[in-house]
């Protein structure tokens, strides 16, 4: 079965501070692995997915199949980016690509 | 612009109503999704659909069923609601087609059973 863990629920950082939220994941084949993100008051959205291999908004992620982590990264944060992110994976199965998600990060930059 | 739309933004229902929440895309999106969202809980699978007719169960099926008898539209039924079904649910549908899985996602319907 599939499985994303994001093992922090909370994380407050200061603006200008670097920040990481963390995701693992479990699958034993190749999964498609994705960041959402959620403002507040707002749909959610995606971020950025691993095969795009973008930065957006400042943001990164790398995928590491040997650690099965797909870490969010920003060298510096604003105040912005105080939202709820989500982590995401999408098995190929041929077809039917369900959608299972972590059960997120709330991210709060402080002035 | 991929619009998915939930045809309700809230719902106050009573114990044992049956409750429909609608979905519809407008992007020829092969996949649509129902999820429930719960702080601390995050998004988690109901039901989805790759195809008309189609439907799989997520990882909590228990007291839901869905109905997509159009490709654009895609119903989440809660056949006799119950007060722990207050919850906000999630739309999202995705192309599905050559591996392209980018879900785009509903306003969401906020859900509550009295």
């Known amino acids: 079965a599939q499985r994303v863990t994001q093992p922090e629920k909370l994380l407050s950082v200061f603006k200008g501070a670097p920040v990481e939220l963390k995701c693992n994941y479990s699958?034993?084949?190749?999964?498609?692995l994705f960041w959402y993100v959620q403002y507040s008051r707002q749909r959610l959205q995606l971020l950025l997915r691993h095969i795009s291999r973008e930065s957006i908004k400042g943001f990164t992620a790398d995928l590491n199949k040997g650690e099965t982590s797909f870490h969010l990264k920003k060298p510096f944060a604003q105040e912005e980016d105080s939202a709820m992110y989500y982590c995401a994976l999408s098995p190929f199965q041929g077809g039917s690509e369900k959608l299972v998600f972590g059960k997120g990060t709330k991210l709060t930059v402080n002035p | 612009d991929v619009k998915v739309t939930q045809s309700s933004r809230y719902l106050v229902k009573r114990t044992g109503e049956k409750v429909f929440l609608e979905c519809v895309q407008d992007m020829d999106h092969e996949n649509m999704f129902w999820y429930r969202q719960d702080p601390g809980l995050g998004l988690r699978l109901i039901y989805f659909s790759y195809d008309v007719k189609m439907k799989e169960k997520g990882d909590i099926p228990e007291g839901y069923s869905v109905s997509r008898e159009k490709k654009e539209r895609f119903s989440l039924i809660l056949e006799s609601a119950s007060t722990n079904q207050t919850s906000m649910y999630l739309c999202?549908?995705?192309?599905?087609?050559?591996?392209?899985?980018?879900?785009?996602f509903g306003q969401g319907t906020r859900l509550t059973v009295v």
């Open positions: 999202a549908s995705n192309l599905g087609v050559g591996g392209n899985t980018e879900a785009f």
């Open positions: 699958y034993s084949g190749s999964p498609e």
